[in-house]
C-alpha cells in the first residue's frame, strides 16, 4: 500500500507565477489536510478537503491560495502569483475517516521563490 | 482555542543517554487526541504515536515511553539509550475530536544525540 505522495518535491518559482502542489493520498483515503511549514517552524493547518469539498479552509491565505480534491486525481494545492514569503515546506496528510484517525504524511514538497 | 507548546527548542545529549521531550497543551474540549511525529533530517513526517484523551495509561514502545497527565495537561516522550538515528525534530500535535481533526502542531524540538 503506497504512501501518501507529493509531488513535486522541490519546486522552484520566480515571483509573479504559479505554484501547483499534488498530493495522492493513501488508497481507501478520503480525507485531506495541507500544512505549511516554514523554515525553523512547527506545521501550521491550512486546509481541510474531503473528496469534491472543502470542510475548512480556516488556514489558507484569503487571496492567492486555492485547494482543491476532485473525484478523480490527486488533491492540489495553488498558489497564483508567489512571493518570497510563499517559501516554505507543504506538507499532505490523509485519513481514512475522521475519529482520531491517523494524518499520514508525504515527504513534502519544498517551494522556492525566486 | 487549541494551543500545544514545546519549550525544549533543542536538546543535545551523549549517546545512550535517556531524554525526556516535554509537550503541553491547552484546549477546551473533554474530548481530544495527542500525537508525536518524528522529522527526521530528511524532512518526511513520521507517525509515532497516538493517544485518546481518555485514555491516560502511559506506553512503551521499545526504547520509546509516552507519559500522558490530563491533570498537568502534558504529554511527554523520552528516549531511552539514544542513538544517533534518533536525531530528528520531534512535534507533538492534538486535535479536536469533532470530525475536523486538523493538527495543532507545537514548534517542535530539534534532539542531537552525539556519538
Known amino acids: 500500500n503506497a504512501g501518501v505522495m507529493q509531488n513535486p518535491r522541490h519546486l522552484v518559482r520566480r515571483r509573479g507565477q504559479e505554484a501547483r502542489l499534488r498530493c495522492s493520498p493513501m488508497?481507501?483515503?478520503?480525507?485531506v489536510y495541507w500544512y505549511r511549514q516554514l523554515p525553523e517552524e512547527g506545521l501550521k493547518f491550512m486546509v481541510y478537503?474531503?473528496?469534491?469539498?472543502?470542510?475548512?479552509e480556516s488556514g489558507m491565505p484569503k487571496e492567492r491560495f486555492s485547494a482543491e480534491f476532485p473525484k478523480e486525481g490527486p488533491s492540489i494545492l495553488r498558489i497564483q502569483q508567489v512571493v518570497r514569503g510563499d517559501s516554505a515546506a507543504y506538507f499532505c496528510?490523509?485519513?481514512?475517516?475522521?475519529?482520531?484517525?491517523?494524518?499520514?504524511f508525504g515527504a513534502g514538497t519544498r517551494l522556492s521563490v525566486l | 482555542a487549541q494551543k500545544v507548546t514545546q519549550a525544549q527548542t533543542e536538546i543535545s545529549v551523549v549517546e545512550k543517554e535517556d531524554v525526556t521531550l516535554d509537550c503541553v497543551y491547552e484546549?477546551?474540549?473533554?474530548?481530544?487526541?495527542l500525537f508525536w511525529y518524528k522529522q527526521p533530517p530528511s524532512g518526511e513526517l513520521v507517525f509515532l504515536i497516538r493517544r485518546n484523551s481518555f485514555d491516560e495509561q502511559n506506553e512503551i514502545s521499545g526504547r520509546y515511553s509516552w507519559n500522558f497527565q490530563k491533570s498537568t495537561s502534558s504529554f511527554n516522550f523520552t528516549i531511552t539509550a539514544s542513538q544517533v538515528v534518533d536525531s530528528a525534530v520531534y512535534f507533538c500535535?492534538?486535535?479536536?475530536?469533532?470530525?475536523?481533526?486538523?493538527?495543532?502542531f507545537g514548534t517542535g524540538t530539534r534532539l542531537t544525540i552525539i556519538p
Open positions: 500535535a492534538l486535535s479536536e475530536a469533532r470530525g475536523n481533526e486538523k493538527l495543532t
Open positions: 478537503l474531503q473528496k469534491e469539498n472543502i470542510i475548512d
Open positions: 484546549t477546551r474540549d473533554t474530548t481530544y487526541y
Open positions: 496528510a490523509s485519513s481514512p475517516w475522521t475519529g482520531g484517525n491517523i494524518q499520514y
Open positions: 488508497k481507501g483515503h478520503s480525507h
